[in-house]
């Protein structure tokens, strides 16, 4: 798909005072060399302060620097969702892997946001999940409910579990994971999520479901909403995703070679959620069947996609649907970021 490019826009910090503007763009954009970043500049792609730029500038505190990325063909990834509940005030889907869902990462159109708000046009997430981790996104409709889920998305007032296929076979039953997360040198892009030391507190819980044949399934319950949380967890107990092509057993970016954050192959799904209606307090609770090609547990049944009203004692098959995708509205400010 060709979108319609993207105006790239930062305020020069007091950190880059004085930096030849060549250099700064090299730096702030890994993607590109010092030559390909000149090009883009002959191209009349970067300005400062509104003024086309030529690359002989330096840049000075407070500057405007936009790149203006011309239209480009994004990837090629999913093109549907099912809804899993909706309401007034809601709207839960269950997103498949490789489909991002916010804009980034050479991802403007090719977005699950794109696709439902086609259809809901004042749907905006509540949080989100990795461009390859599948399961359950749940959108707010008013600003009343994503004010309310937004204040209690990292607290227990909304139960996340999550499955996860880990390598190596565990030798405990459960785990309480309290690595810390911060950001950590990547060759490709300067730095990226990873456990660290001098991070942010950070809690998951792992329970052991099975074990195979070198590798370990595990039911993850988040206590904390942080980038890649459940990724660089697992990985800093020994036991990095299936497929991922980042994390280690330290739960740092590969020695040699590591990929870069959105990069897929690892089985992650989003299964279980949890949570009180914001508007009327009553239970929701949504379940949403593993994707095919995840590997499911020796004689596990399908899994349903449901919602509770447990105060009213009664259970109903929530409504599911296939969309495709179309062009909609930017994407929202103050979603949480993804943890996983």
């Not at 730096?27 to 010092?34: A, D, E, F, I, V």
């Not at 800093?236 to 280690?248: R, T």
């Not at 590591?258 to 929701?284: K, N, V």
Request: with cysteine; aromatic share 8%.
């Amino acid at each position: 798909m060709l979108n319609r490019g993207y105006a790239y826009c930062t305020i020069i910090s007091s950190k880059y005072d004085g930096q030849p503007l060549l250099s700064h763009l090299a730096s702030l954009y890994r993607h590109s060399t010092p030559e390909a970043w000149q090009q883009k500049l002959n191209d009349g792609e970067v300005t400062l302060n509104g003024v086309t730029a030529t690359g002989r500038e330096s840049v000075t505190l407070g500057q405007t620097l936009v790149w203006n990325r011309p239209p480009w063909v994004e990837p090629d990834c999913p093109q549907h969702f099912e809804v899993l509940f909706e309401d007034a005030h809601l709207l839960a889907v269950n997103k498949p892997s490789g489909l991002p869902t916010l804009p980034g990462g050479g991802f403007m159109e090719n977005t699950l946001l794109r696709l439902v708000q086609r259809r809901t046009p004042n749907a905006n997430p509540a949080h989100r999940l990795g461009r390859a981790t599948s399961g359950i996104v749940l959108f707010c409709k008013t600003p009343q409910s994503a004010s309310h889920l937004f204040a209690n998305w990292n607290t227990p007032r909304i139960q996340k579990i999550y499955r996860a296929l880990g390598q190596n076979i565990a030798q405990q039953d459960a785990y309480e994971i309290v690595t810390p997360i911060g950001l950590v040198p990547h060759p490709l892009i300067g730095s990226v999520w990873a456990a660290n030391p001098s991070g942010k507190p950070s809690k998951s819980w792992a329970k052991v479901i099975a074990r195979g044949a070198g590798n370990t399934t595990f039911e993850v319950s988040l206590h904390s909403g942080r980038p890649h949380q459940i990724r660089i967890h697992l990985a800093s107990i020994g036991h990095p995703l299936v497929g991922d092509p980042l994390y280690g057993t330290s739960g740092r970016p590969l020695e040699r070679l590591p990929g870069l954050p959105g990069d897929g192959g690892y089985f992650l799904h989003a299964q279980y959620l949890r949570f009180h209606h914001p508007m009327t307090g009553e239970q929701i609770a949504l379940e949403a069947a593993l994707p095919s090609g995840f590997p499911e547990l020796e004689g596990q049944r399908d899994a349903k996609r449901v919602y509770e009203k447990t105060e009213s004692g009664r259970a109903r098959n929530a409504r599911q649907e296939l969309h495709h995708s179309g062009r909609v509205a930017a994407a929202p400010r103050g979603a949480p970021v993804s943890a996983h």
